[in-house]
């Protein structure tokens, strides 16, 4: 080894700690995560979705022209940067993109449409941490590719809702606009730009730059000076044309029938460049009026175009932001069913016993007898204090003796009663036990 290669002492010292905005995840609170995805998994798959993963990493152009330039998510957050090949990647900041780049990729324009899938994983956005906005976040995702029908809106702003009612939220509030397609929203566009350029002298410098970046993005402004114009600005239903406006009818009509009550946003325009028509969010109105959303989503019809595709691919879709969810007011998740409570305690004594404890926890798992158990601890009376702890209603001891007689001995924990059993009929007979 190069000695000029040996790390010196400071360095060596130096503690090792995850990036600002990432964290670790385990014990309870992976569970919950766990909990969460298992639930809404199984509600996507009931309602017709299939699963997919997109790699984390990606070639940065497909989120430049996917996303847009001008949004904040590629001109100020996105992890991009040069490979030591010289290719330019980027962590995936959303999932949407890269679904519809797969779509394409593995011909699912040949199948039956529509495609309806599911993923959920982890996103980066290099954004300020705070509570609920990480650098890396967790998101379940939704999409339904290759139908212009509301009712897949609909479908995919009503299984949003549940997945956020099943994680124990009660107060939801749905915030719902149209922004129109291709044709109207050039006319909103311009209607806007000029009602702003008229007040130019009353709003803030970052939207004096968003007039000649990205007008919409005029109506997300927080800045309390801008508040009174924005509230009089023009607002996208009044201009949307007859097709997108019998289109938005049919998504509140879906909405009134399946009971659903939404606000119309008319400032709700979302801060990604891909949407068309309807634009939606969610939060939880426990979580104060200033909560941030818990999911988004909207209609995208002019993606797949926007990322090579010679031919119209209409498609809508919403994400969850998990992390959010777990901390939002009332937030109880599903139970993991990964979990299970413990119904017997697994003591082994003596090393003789420890190389035979795999065989036995083997049988165990064969008969689906949840079992717990401490690998290194050696004394009875710990590992007993262990099993009353855990409150479980029977313990096995596996003992030098037994251990030699391939037996083990049962105990109820409630009664204290013991008795011997042959380590071949152990599954069998735990799993009979009440
Ligand atoms: P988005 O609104 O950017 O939409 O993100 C969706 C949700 O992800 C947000 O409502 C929020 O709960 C969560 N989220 C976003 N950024 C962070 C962050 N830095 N930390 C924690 N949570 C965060 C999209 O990503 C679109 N792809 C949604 C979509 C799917 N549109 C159509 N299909």
Do not use: W
């Not at 001008?70 to 996105?78: H, L, Y």
């Not at 968003?210 to 023009?234: G, S, Y």
């Amino acid at each position: 080894m190069n000695p000029e290669k040996i790390p010196s002492e400071k360095t060596e010292k130096k503690d090792s700690r995850t990036l600002k905005g990432m964290r670790d995840i385990f014990g309870d609170e992976y569970y919950a995560y766990q909990g969460f995805y298992e639930k809404a998994t199984e509600i996507a798959i009931y309602y017709g979705f299939q699963p997919i993963e997109t790699p984390v990493l990606e070639e940065e152009s497909l989120f430049i022209s996917g996303v847009g330039e001008g949004t904040d998510i590629v001109d100020k957050e996105i992890y991009a940067f040069k490979t030591k090949g010289g290719d330019r990647v980027a962590l995936r900041p959303e999932g949407t993109v890269s679904i519809m780049r797969a779509y394409f990729e593995n011909g699912f324009q040949s199948q039956p449409q529509p495609v309806m899938l599911y993923f959920y994983g982890p996103l980066f956005r290099h954004d300020k941490p705070q509570r609920g906005r990480y650098r890396e976040f967790r998101q379940f995702d939704l999409e339904i590719i290759g139908t212009s029908k509301s009712i897949a809106d609909a479908m995919i702003i009503k299984l949003s809702l549940l997945i956020l009612e099943e994680a124990g939220l009660k107060n939801l509030k749905l915030e719902l606009n149209s922004i129109g397609d291709k044709e109207c929203r050039t006319e909103y566009r311009k209607e806007l730009v000029s009602y702003y350029k008229k007040h130019l002298k009353d709003v803030c410098g970052d939207c004096r730059e968003r007039l000649k970046t990205n007008p919409l993005r005029l109506l997300d402004c927080k800045n309390p000076e801008c508040q009174p114009i924005k509230n009089e600005a023009p607002n996208a239903i009044s201009f949307l044309c007859t097709p997108c406006k019998a289109h938005f009818k049919e998504l509140l009509e879906y909405l009134e029938m399946m009971e659903i009550t939404y606000e119309i946003n008319h400032n709700l325009v979302r801060g990604l460049d891909y949407y068309s028509r309807t634009v939606f969010e969610i939060s939880n109105r426990d979580d104060g009026p200033e909560a941030s959303a818990l999911a988004g989503g909207g209609r995208y019809d002019y993606l797949a175009r926007r990322l090579g595709s010679k031919r119209d691919t209409p498609a809508v879709g919403g994400a969850i932001g998990v992390d959010r969810v777990l901390l939002s007011t009332g937030a109880t998740t599903p139970h993991s069913r990964l979990l299970k409570k413990p119904k017997v305690f697994f003591i082994q004594l003596s090393f003789d016993a420890k190389l035979k404890s795999m065989q036995v926890i083997e049988i165990l798992r064969k008969a689906k007898v949840p079992l717990a158990q401490s690998i290194s601890k050696d004394s009875l009376a710990t590992q007993l204090a262990i099993a009353e702890r855990l409150k479980v209603p029977y313990t096995i001891i596996l003992g030098q003796r037994e251990a030699l007689e391939n037996t083990v001995i049962v105990r109820n924990m409630n009664n204290r009663s013991q008795e011997v059993m042959p380590i071949k009929e152990l599954g069998e007979y735990l799993k009979n036990l009440k």
